[in-house]
């Protein structure tokens, strides 16, 4: 068995890698890498809908905490308007529970089918983007959940109904899934202009003058975002979303630093001044004695025509 092992051809990955592989060949890896990944969501689906309930006690809890919603320690229910929502919603609750708990392995699916067609720079720094995307969007929806509980009160105080009204369960579930999403994807901002910025598109002085009109885009983002319309939650997400602008314009002066970056020949060079000109300089030396030529010979005068005599009898 040890001998077939060390017989056997390359992987899939290393013939991919050294474009070995056929167009037939490469639909099959991807068919392959797809049922994979599909199997581990539906394992991961199961174990979503053992874990349904306590992630819906947990997105409940800001409706809990409104006023008059807590009856002998106890939560009010929300409303139902059909028989089935119940367990539709535990359904939607395990594919998403599902889709986290199988992301490492669907997610090192869809690398292993992408990474034979990068550089080995390449993969290096895909690695360090997506070991920095997961914190940052569980920064996002830590930050979401904080801003639906504090302004779920709010909205619910100013409509005309009260802040005692009950839910639908389906649509505030939606609610807060939605903000949870939103908020983890918007802060994955910084780590775009961190990719734009390693690939050599936009350099870190480029970044940094844009900085008025990222935060003004920060603050209109936050201000539509936010379900507060108060300025609690607009301005706490606006000022994450600076702050982690700014940090990623400081991390690429450094990669700018690391790399050389602004130091070309017209860096410092204003726009009305003229640019050095580095040749090298020739000495100028005498050139060689050219002797004189002969005179030339004046030419020949050229014979005009003979002179017309004229007669007495000429008519004038």
Same mark, same amino acid.
């Given at each position: 068995?040890?001998?077939?092992?060390?017989?056997?051809?390359?992987?899939?990955?290393?013939?991919?890698? $050294?474009?070995?592989?056929?167009?037939?060949?490469?639909?099959?890896?991807?068919?392959?890498?797809?049922?994979?990944?599909?199997?581990?969501?539906?394992?991961?689906?199961?174990?979503?809908?053992?874990?349904?309930?306590?992630?819906?006690?947990?997105?409940?809890?800001?409706?809990?905490?409104?006023?008059?919603?807590?009856?002998?320690?106890?939560?009010?229910?929300?409303?139902?308007?059909?028989?089935?929502?119940?367990?539709?919603?535990?359904?939607?609750?395990?594919?998403?529970?599902?889709?986290?708990?199988?992301?490492?392995?669907?997610?090192?699916?869809?690398?292993?089918?992408?990474?034979?067609?990068?550089?080995?720079?390449?993969?290096?720094?895909?690695?360090?983007?997506?070991?920095?995307?997961?914190?940052?969007?569980?920064?996002?929806?830590?930050?979401?959940?904080?801003?639906?509980?504090?302004?779920?009160?709010?909205?619910?105080?100013?409509?005309?109904?009260?802040?005692?009204?009950?839910?639908?369960?389906?649509?505030?579930?939606?609610?807060?899934?939605?903000?949870?999403?939103?908020?983890?994807?918007?802060?994955?901002?910084?780590?775009?202009?961190?990719?734009?910025?390693?690939?050599?598109?936009?350099?870190?002085?480029?970044?940094?003058?844009?900085?008025?009109?990222?935060?003004?885009?920060?603050?209109?983002?936050?201000?539509?975002?936010?379900?507060?319309?108060?300025?609690?939650?607009?301005?706490?997400?606006?000022?994450?979303?600076?702050?982690?602008?700014?940090?990623?314009?400081?991390?690429?002066?450094?990669?700018?630093?690391?790399?050389?970056?602004?130091?070309?020949?017209?860096?410092?060079?204003?726009?009305?001044?003229?640019?050095?000109?580095?040749?090298?300089?020739?000495?100028?030396?005498?050139?060689?004695?050219?002797?004189?030529?002969?005179?030339?010979?004046?030419?020949?005068?050229?014979?005009?025509?003979?002179?017309?005599?004229?007669?007495?009898? $000429?008519?004038?």
């Amino acid at each position: 068995m040890a001998f077939a092992l060390l017989k056997r051809g390359p992987s899939n990955f290393e013939r991919a890698a $050294d474009g070995s592989m056929t167009l037939v060949e490469h639909i099959r890896e991807l068919r392959n890498r797809l049922f994979r990944a599909s199997l581990a969501i539906v394992v991961g689906l199961i174990g979503g809908y053992l874990l349904a309930q306590p992630a819906f006690d947990l997105l409940k809890q800001p409706y809990c905490r409104l006023p008059g919603m807590m009856v002998d320690g106890e939560c009010q229910k929300f409303l139902m308007l059909a028989p089935a929502d119940g367990f539709i919603l535990k359904l939607k609750l395990a594919l998403w529970i599902g889709l986290i708990i199988a992301g490492p392995v669907w997610l090192y699916q869809l690398w292993a089918f992408i990474a034979p067609g990068l550089h080995r720079h390449e993969r290096k720094w895909a690695y360090v983007f997506v070991a920095i995307a997961a914190p940052l969007f569980a920064a996002g929806a830590a930050l979401a959940f904080f801003v639906v509980d504090k302004g779920l009160a709010f909205l619910l105080e100013s409509g005309v109904t009260g802040a005692d009204s009950q839910l639908e369960v389906t649509r505030y579930i939606s609610f807060v899934t939605t903000m949870i999403l939103l908020f983890g994807v918007a802060f994955e901002f910084p780590l775009t202009l961190l990719m734009l910025n390693f690939t050599g598109v936009v350099s870190a002085r480029r970044l940094l003058s844009w900085w008025r009109v990222v935060v003004f885009i920060c603050f209109a983002f936050a201000a539509v975002a936010t379900p507060d319309p108060g300025p609690f939650g607009m301005t706490l997400l606006a000022l994450c979303l600076s702050l982690l602008y700014f940090v990623a314009v400081g991390v690429a002066f450094l990669n700018d630093r690391r790399r050389g970056r602004g130091k070309e020949i017209y860096a410092g060079v204003d726009d009305d001044e003229a640019s050095p000109l580095e040749v090298d300089r020739e000495p100028v030396r005498a050139g060689e004695r050219i002797e004189a030529a002969s005179p030339i010979a004046a030419p020949e005068p050229i014979a005009g025509p003979a002179p017309i005599e004229r007669r007495y009898d $000429d008519v004038t």
